[in-house]
């Protein structure tokens, strides 16, 4: 299994970018995906999750209304709309797979089971 994150970049405060995650070697139909971030210094945190299945989404407080999360099923790829960037939302962004896909859409590291390789977000003030 293989998670590729793209679309990362520098763009200037109010900004928008979207992010891709590209999923190969399996099908994710029937799990969760999610977007976490880490800053220098910092823990990664959560900021997005979706379930595949039914497109239920979730929200870290701090990007709630900024960001969209969304999958493309026949090209098996998450994406991550963000709008309204704050310099504050510079991290390396990662994408991940939950392969229960059932309860609650989940927002702690551990319990997501592939990541991707992360990709740059730069927003300047």
């Known amino acids: 299994v293989q998670l590729v994150e793209s679309g990362g970049g520098l763009v200037q405060a109010g900004g928008s970018l979207r992010l891709s995650c590209a999923a190969s070697?399996?099908?994710?139909?029937?799990?969760?995906m999610g977007w976490f971030r880490q800053c220098p210094g910092k823990e990664r945190e959560f900021v997005a999750a979706?379930?595949?299945?039914?497109?239920?989404?979730l929200y870290a407080n701090s990007v709630k209304g900024r960001f969209t999360v969304s999958r493309d099923n026949a090209k098996n790829t998450m994406y991550l709309q963000m709008n309204s960037l704050k310099p504050e939302d510079t991290a390396v962004y990662y994408c991940?797979?939950?392969?229960?896909?059932?309860?609650?859409?989940?927002?702690?590291?551990?319990?997501?089971?592939?990541w991707g390789q992360g990709t740059q977000v730069t927003v300047s003030s």
């Open positions: 991940a797979a939950d392969i229960r896909g059932w309860g609650n859409l989940r927002t702690l590291q551990h319990e997501y089971d592939y």
């Open positions: 070697g399996r099908t994710f139909s029937g799990n969760d």
């Open positions: 979706i379930r595949w299945s039914s497109g239920s989404t």
